[in-house]
């Protein structure tokens, strides 16, 4: 796929194809949290609802679109850039590294993200994970099993289609992995106090796919997911 020949967004363009998304998969989550808590679920099942009603088949669907207005067919080939990502040792090697950066860059920016959340957002609902003891062993499994597939694997995996493999090519700015970086983290619209860390954390992610392969993307985005999985596995099996 010749990058040359991409036919580039408009900034209206850019803006609308990376936020409309995430209005969609906020409003959706937000709308179906308190039905979610009534069944008796904690409320982060809802963002597991969202990504598997709203972020796949909008996401994905439009890129779909995209490919058969390109080539005839429903597929991905012409719109997105399959480069080879070489040597599988290079390839963890740099994988594992950039995990690592944006985990520092993340950590060190927790404090800031709680002030902007006590100061600015309070008033948005969390997505309780409940694990506090409130919820059942079944209801938790049941909870991260669909969250494993949906959040952790299969959304980054169609994240990293649309954001990296075809919105950020189609910028034209000379400081275009900056602008995207900002735009995908006023993406998550359900957590604004993390829009500079994620703007920050998510640049190494961006200039690793730039410069290497989308494959680089999506295991760095689907373990950085599962870091935040982990800790609700280690509670399901200590329940008692």
């Not at 963002?47 to 597929?75: C, H, M, N, T």
């Not at 850039?81 to 985990?103: A, D, E, T, Y």
């Not at 994620?198 to 961006?206: E, K, V, Y």
Request: with cysteine; hydrophobic share 55%; net charge positive.
């Amino acid at each position: 796929m010749d990058q040359t020949q991409i036919e580039k967004h408009t900034t209206a363009q850019s803006i609308i194809l990376h936020l409309l998304p995430g209005v969609m998969i906020g409003l959706f989550l937000f709308l179906i949290r308190p039905t979610v808590i009534n069944f008796g679920y904690p409320s982060i099942f809802a963002l597991v609802l969202a990504v598997a009603f709203i972020l796949i088949p909008a996401e994905l669907g439009y890129l779909l679109y995209q490919g058969k207005k390109k080539s005839g067919r429903y597929s991905l080939k012409g719109i997105i850039n399959f480069k080879s990502p070489g040597s599988w040792w290079q390839f963890l090697i740099c994988v594992f590294i950039v995990f690592g950066v944006i985990g520092i860059i993340m950590t060190l920016m927790k404090p800031l993200e709680g002030l902007l959340k006590e100061m600015l957002f309070s008033w948005i609902p969390d997505l309780d994970p409940g694990l506090d003891g409130n919820f059942s062993r079944t209801k938790l499994t049941v909870t991260f099993s669909l969250y494993f597939l949906f959040v952790v694997v299969l959304g980054p995996l169609i994240e990293e289609l649309y954001f990296r493999g075809y919105l950020f090519p189609r910028m034209k700015w000379k400081y275009s992995e900056l602008f995207h970086s900002f735009l995908f983290a006023a993406y998550h619209v359900f957590s604004p106090w993390m829009i500079i860390s994620r703007t920050a954390g998510f640049l190494p992610l961006i200039l690793v796919v730039k410069k290497k392969s989308i494959y680089h993307g999506f295991i760095v985005h689907i373990l950085c997911n599962l870091a935040a999985f982990f800790p609700a596995v280690v509670f399901i099996i200590n329940m008692s």
